[in-house]
DNA sequence: GCTAGGCAGGAACCCCTCCTCCCCT
């Protein structure tokens, strides 16, 4: 088997979750996003999206930013569901969110520990490290920022909906990495790890 | 009309610790 910073570059999966707070501990997640993007190039019929069933409901303010209601996630897979589904479709890729080491990953991996699911562990790169990389300390790495400085449009993607920060995510991975290593062939920027659900099947 | 938790980078300083800001919903 090839060693994992090698297979890490050629199989990734760029993801994003919607959730009703900023906090692991106390909210849930209400949508779950991913798209798969190999050897750079992005690949967009392997695309994954669930709503996810939150024990609570969805504070308003939350609709008002994501436009996810209590209606989108009634009849929506239960959370530890939703995540094995995740799971299998990220297979062995090496996953990519943006603000992931303090958001996204410890998401899941408090919502494993809450439904009781056991893990495993995947290769993981935040996306904010290619904007640093790219651009330095000084100027500002959320999203938006890298869209300006790419001059990427939102292709019409819903901004704040999983689906569409995804497909805009991507891309603005793809130039980035092309910029700092045109040929795709290593990552350039520091590869850690995450847990994600163990999926038996 | 509204909320909250924490990593990483940089500074200051010699190797860690502290601090501040950022960014995600």
Redesign the pocket.
Known sequence: MAPHHFSACMNIVIF????T???P???EIIQIAGIRMIGGRIVEEESFATFVKPESRI????T???GISNAHVRNAPQPANALLSFSRFVGDATLIA??G???DM?FIRENCIRHRLPVRTVGFV?S??FS?KLW??RC??????IMNRLQLSDHGARR?DARG?VKILALAVRQMWEQLSPNFQHCPV?L?DGVIPFNPY
């Open positions: 994003d979750l919607e959730t707070g900023l906090s501990s106390e909210n504070p308003r303010f939350i008002d930013y994501t943006h603000n080491n303090r958001f410890p935040d904010m490290s640093r330095g300390g500002g790495h959320g999203l938006d920022a704040h920060d520091a850690g």
